[in-house]
């Protein structure tokens, strides 16, 4: 959903709305956005409340599922240690939450939202905030003139009646 690493942790169960399928975000600057979630997000989470979260833990979505802290709401530093794990055993070294946003924002430009949609989805106040955050290849730009270009020339040709 390309959420910012405090925005993740501070989610609490009543800000998933999984019928809807949305879900309410705490954003920078104290300001609520409400983002649609896909059809495998919607499974994943409904997964995770039902069956892998510990019940009675309070209202964090989030929360540490073993030692400890089993039961209480993640941590910065709680996240950090869960993305070493997966990187250790998904030997990716450059994966973290941040890169995650950005990779977010460039895979939904690559499906062709629109930039001020992105900018909403992604909490910022200002598109240009929302531009540093896309990184595209020179095959993208490509790409995406082909696409643009293949839907703009349609051409119309008239139809002729033909003699017999």
Partial sequence: ?????KEVITLNCEDVLLPESQMRVLGKGRKTRVLPLASETVLLLDHYLRLERPLQCGPALF????????????????????????????????????????TFASDMVRAGISL?????????????????????????????????????IRPNLPTLPIPL
């Avoid at 959903?1 to 690493?5: D, K, T, V």
């Avoid at 996240?79 to 946003?101: D, E, G, K, V």
């Fill in 1 to 5: 959903q390309g959420l910012r690493s």
């Fill in 116 to 152: 001020p949609a992105l900018m909403q989805l992604m909490g910022h106040a200002h598109i240009a905030t929302t531009m540093v955050y896309v990184q595209i290849s020179p095959r993208d730009v490509f790409e995406q003139y082909a696409r643009a270009v293949a839907q703009q």
């Fill in 63 to 102: 929360v540490s599922l073993k030692g400890p802290a089993r039961g209480t709401r993640m941590t910065p530093a709680g996240m950090r240690s869960l993305f070493r794990h997966h990187r250790r055993i998904s030997q990716t070294a450059a994966a973290n939450p941040h890169r995650f946003r950005h």
